[in-house]
Each structure stands twice: as C-alpha cells, then as structure tokens.
C-alpha cells in the first residue's frame, strides 16, 4: 500500500511559479509509476503529468506541456510538479496518484493524495 502527500500549494500572481511535492510512504514506491492530476471547481478531474517509476518517461495534457515539469526522486520517495508561467485557469485542487500502469490519462489509479490547492491571481 502507498500512502500519498501532496504539499506546495498556495496562491501566486499570473506569470509565477510554484512547486509542488507528492510524498510517498511505503517501500513498493519505486515499483510504481505516478500521476499528477486537478480538479478546478465545477469540472471535472484532468490529468496533468505522468512520470513512469524509473523517471524514464514522462507524459503530458498537450495543452501544458512546456510549462509543467514532471519529475522524482525515488531514493526521496516523492514527486514533483514544476509549474511555470501560471495562469488563473491552471487554479484548482492538484491530486497526486500511484498506478501500476502507464501513467497516463485513462488508466486506473490506486492510491490518491488528499490534494493542495493552487489558486493563481489575476
């Protein structure tokens, strides 16, 4: 069983940054590949990023890439979302999560973190 914590979340300006951490509890971490994902009020769930559990991969919503950066550190057990160029319409609850699979959009997810919020200003 995986055990996940996001942190990093908070409220910035239009045009800054932010990043965000998934820590990871459990010794099965590095046999996992993991999932970024949000949820803005009112929508749906989207998936953000994916990194595969060697870091050898990574995969993204197209309309981010270029300006999120997925990556892990396995000997660290966490992940991390580098966001720049934030826009108001990235603000929502960020979701991090495990799976055996490919980590992309459409395949099931096993274990979620409770989220931190992103808000970004105008």
């Known amino acids: 069983q995986v055990q996940l914590v996001e942190s990093g979340g908070g409220l910035v300006q239009a045009g800054g940054s932010l990043r965000l951490s998934c820590a990871a509890s459990?010794?099965?971490?590095?046999?996992?590949?993991m999932g970024w994902f949000r949820q803005a009020p009112g929508k749906e769930r989207e998936f953000v990023a994916g990194?595969?559990?060697?870091?050898?991969?990574?995969y993204y919503q197209d309309s981010l890439k270029g300006r999120f950066t997925i990556s892990r550190d396995n000997a660290k057990h966490t992940v991390a979302l580098q966001m720049n160029s934030l826009k108001p319409e990235d603000t929502a609850v960020y979701y991090c999560?495990?799976?055996?699979?490919?980590?992309?959009?459409?395949?099931?997810?096993?274990?979620w973190g409770q989220g931190t919020q992103v808000t970004v200003s105008s």
């Open positions: 459990g010794r099965t971490f590095s046999s996992y590949a």
């Open positions: 990194i595969t559990w060697s870091g050898g991969s990574t």
């Open positions: 999560a495990s799976t055996r699979s490919v980590p992309m959009a459409t395949v099931q997810y096993d274990y």
